[in-house]
């Protein structure tokens, strides 16, 4: 079961939280910025992060699923700016010494309990 070898839908290699992690820590050691990023710092900078991705969507009324409309400099605009958005929040959870994966998953599972599936919210009803 090989998770490290799975394939995206788009065809890439499988990002885990893991690699990101990693990479982030070794980043921020190798700028000697890790007294700067404390939990409170984190937050502020994921904050601000979420403004700039609000920005994007600003004024632009309703977007469709896909963005069927918006040019690829859009696009990579978006991407870049829930990248950063992505990469705060994961650093905020290792500054704090949490398992954001295992969290996510827990906290699904929490979300499946308190939101049963009923037959007005299954796929094959709403389709
Ligand atoms: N102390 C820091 C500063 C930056 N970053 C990383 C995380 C984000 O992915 C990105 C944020 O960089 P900027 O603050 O330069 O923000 P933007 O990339 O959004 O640039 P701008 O605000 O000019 O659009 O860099 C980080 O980990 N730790």
């Known amino acids: 079961m090989g998770s490290s070898h799975e ?62 409309n918006w040019t690829s400099d859009e696009k990579e605009h978006l991407e870049e700016e829930l990248s950063d958005v992505l990469l705060y929040l994961i650093q905020l959870a290792d500054v704090c010494g949490l398992d954001l994966g295992q969290a996510a998953l827990t906290k699904i599972v929490k979300n499946a309990r308190k939101y049963p599936v009923t037959n007005k919210t299954t796929a094959s009803t709403t389709n």
């Not at 690699?19 to 910025?33: I, N, T, Y």
């Not at 404390?38 to 994007?56: C, D, F, Q």
């Open 7 to 68: 394939l995206t839908r788009n065809g890439h290699k499988d990002v885990s939280l893991q690699e990101l992690s990693d990479r982030l820590a070794e980043f921020a050691q190798l700028r000697g910025w890790e007294e700067y990023h404390s939990p409170r710092n984190l937050l502020l900078a994921l904050v601000g992060e979420v403004g700039e991705l609000s920005e994007i969507f600003q004024w632009k009324g309703e977007v469709a699923r896909g963005l069927p």
